[in-house]
């Protein structure tokens, strides 16, 4: 619970910076841009050193079995399903449409470009950044919702369930969580699992744009 | 995603490495901190572009629905996945005195 609160002070504290100004990414120039994303590498790395000093690596590389393949299988057709059913609820936006955003998977950067830019010739440009900017919170939010609730879902609902919530950031944003929470074991499935819903995201965001 | 993956490798391979070194026992730590990093800067982007604040209220709703439903919907099938699949293999090699 500590930890929790200190994830959603941290996210507020970060919100309040960039909303005041103190916090500008931009002035730092190209290194500013790029920054979050030297941090997610550093991030990466030191989950790997935590992997490769793990006395238990080689039972764990062994443990990867086939039948692993069928969480990032249910995975993507648990979340098509549910959004699916949650476009019954928003009258603005049709089933397919719903069903592109909730194929971003929690990869918010590609899955609202790809919706904005896809979607301009059918809705027009103002409605397509519309639904790309739903996109983006959408998929923002999956992987907040990841991160906070990874030691309540791993609880009720398995070691499977964080892997799941994240989506693609299982293995990187949010896969430093998830082995925090649900242990070392489970990073096979969380990589596998991060791996081949990164590769549906353009496949299936692009197909449901295009119905 | 390549660079990514092969960054992991990297690290692993330097933690196979370094085994011996007692440091290391505090990864933990540091990866905790690191999060808290990425945490602030997700949120200094959000804070800054002001056309997702001035849309927040209408869009956020809509997107929030689809992120639970989205979330949800996997979080459901992969718990009976883990159920009835994973379950039983599992607990026996987790077994603590």
Redesign the interface.
Known sequence: MKGTLAVVLVFAAGCLAGWSGLADLESFGEIGKDLTMYVLYLLIFLVGISMGCNPDLKKIVKSVSPKIFLLPVVTILGTLLFSALASLLISKWNVFDCLAVGSGMGYYSLSSVLISQYKEASLGVQLAAELGTIALLTNIFREMFTIICTPLLGRWFGPFAPIASAGVTAVDVCLPVIVRFTGDRMLPAAIVSGVVTDFSVPVLVSFFCSL | ?F???L?????????????K?KA?SH??K???V????????????????R???A??ST??V??????????????????????F???TE?SR?EERP
């Open positions: 995603m660079y990514l993956i960054t992991m490798l990297v690290g692993v391979v330097a933690g196979l490495m370094m085994r070194v290391l990864i933990g540091a990866i905790s690191t999060i808290y990093v990425m945490l602030f800067f997700l949120g200094v982007k959000i804070g800054a572009d056309n997702i604040l849309n927040l869009l956020g809509q997107a929030l629905l689809l992120a639970l439903a989205g979330a949800m919907g996997s979080v459901f099938f992969a718990a009976l996945l883990y159920r699949f994973f379950r599992d090699r």
